[in-house]
């Protein structure tokens, strides 16, 4: 990043986040969330990368990025979305 300040302009309304859910929650939280992206930031580099072809094989039309610490990532965002995000923290 170059240092330019860019102004947010975002409303969160809702969280839901499970930090320990196993392939079923995880398939079944993507489905009820439908996301347009997913990143994997989480956990083994094997696991994560495997998690991640797991993914894109279900959902073809989600990106879905496993990337290295600091590696950056970036997205395009149509103007005005809006989001929805869910946490919840399952025992």
Same mark, same amino acid.
């Given at each position: 990043?170059?240092g330019t300040?860019?102004?947010? #302009?975002? !409303?969160? =309304?809702?969280?839901?986040?499970?930090?320990?859910?196993?392939?079923? !929650? +995880? +398939?079944?939280?993507?489905? *009820?969330? =439908?996301? =347009?992206?997913?990143?994997?930031?989480?956990?083994? =580099?094997n696991?994560?990368?495997?998690?991640?072809?797991?993914? #894109? +094989?279900?959902? %073809?039309?989600?990106?879905?990025? *496993?990337?290295?610490?600091?590696?950056?990532?970036?997205?395009?965002?149509?103007?005005?979305?809006?989001? !929805?995000?869910?946490? *919840?923290?399952? %025992?």
């Amino acid at each position: 990043m170059d240092g330019t300040v860019v102004e947010r #302009k975002i !409303q969160v =309304k809702r969280v839901i986040f499970c930090a320990h859910a196993d392939f079923a !929650q +995880t +398939t079944d939280y993507i489905n *009820s969330l =439908k996301p =347009k992206n997913i990143i994997l930031v989480h956990g083994e =580099k094997n696991e994560a990368t495997n998690l991640m072809e797991r993914l #894109k +094989t279900m959902f %073809k039309d989600i990106r879905i990025e *496993s990337p290295q610490n600091k590696q950056e990532v970036v997205f395009e965002f149509e103007p005005r979305t809006e989001i !929805q995000v869910l946490i *919840s923290f399952w %025992k």
